[in-house]
T-cell receptor, first 113, second 112 residues
Framework: SAVISQKPSRDICQRGTSLTIQCQVD?????MFWYRQQPGQSLTLIAT?????????ESGFVIDKFPISRPNLTFSTLTVSNMSPEDSSIYLC??????????FGSGTQLSVL | EDQVTQSPEALRLQEGESSSLNCSYT??????LFWYRQDPGKGPEFLFT???AGEEKEKERLKATLTKKESFLHITAPKPEDSATYLC?????????????FGQGTILTVHP
């Protein structure tokens, strides 16, 4: 299984600011995925990040709010822009394994005041 | 729309008291059903993948089973270290790779 490191592990931010979350994988992967876990809610896919192309966003998520970078096969960033309290969530980076299962990083716990 | 419902929302057991968690799903076609364990402050940890009705997988005190409409995670003689949130997810046919639909999870607490 892949080892996935996320930074920061948690942060408290002010309304209107932006936060960039980093995800580092210990092996080269074609696709990386960003999920959100809102309090009391299930995990929801935000977008898929492919190296060398623009990210593909799921319905309800837009690039202006959640810009993603994928500069190489082991690294990706997710930015949460112009934050509001509704953005308070756990943000998770994941990569695929055999048989379509996903491996997840430890997550970034974001609180917006 | 693909849907996953887990029950109960929370389950409290005494050490050694076996029980089952339920995951009901509605999908247009099932490519795979996944069980994860999530500890507080951590990301989900993969447990099992099930692909077709009748399939079973086991790992230590956990056993996952699958029917055409639901999956069960059986916990035999649980220990306090089994306390965690257990998540069920499905990959539906026709959806893009990496897009899993998750349930809200069952919070399991095992008391010594």
């Amino acid at each position: 299984s892949a080892v996935i490191s996320q930074k920061p592990s948690r942060d408290i931010c002010q309304r209107g600011t932006s936060l960039t979350i980093q995800c580092q994988v210990d092996s080269q992967v074609t696709m990386m995925f960003w999920y959100r876990q809102q309090p009391g809610q299930s995990l929801t896919l935000i977008a898929t990040a492919n190296q060398g192309s623009e990210a593909t966003y799921e319905s309800g998520f837009v690039i202006d709010k959640f810009p993603i970078s994928r500069p190489n096969l082991t690294f990706s960033t997710l930015t949460v822009s112009n934050m509001s309290p509704e953005d308070s969530s756990i943000y998770l980076c994941s990569v695929g394994g055999q048989g379509e299962k996903l491996f997840f990083g430890s997550g970034t716990q974001l609180s917006v005041l | 729309e693909d849907q996953v419902t887990q029950s109960p929302e929370a389950l409290r057991l005494q050490e050694g008291e076996s029980s089952s968690l339920n995951c009901s799903y509605t999908v247009s076609g099932l490519r795979g059903l996944f069980w994860y364990r999530q500890d507080p402050g951590k990301g989900p940890e993969f447990l099992f993948t099930l692909y077709s009705a009748g399939e079973e997988k086991e790992k230590e005190r956990l056993k996952a089973t699958l029917t055409k409409k639901e999956s069960f995670l059986h916990i035999t003689a649980p220990k306090p270290e089994d306390s965690a949130t257990y998540l069920c997810a499905v990959q539906a046919s026709g959806t893009s790779y990496g897009k899993l639909t998750f349930g809200q999870g069952t919070i399991l607490t095992v008391h010594p």
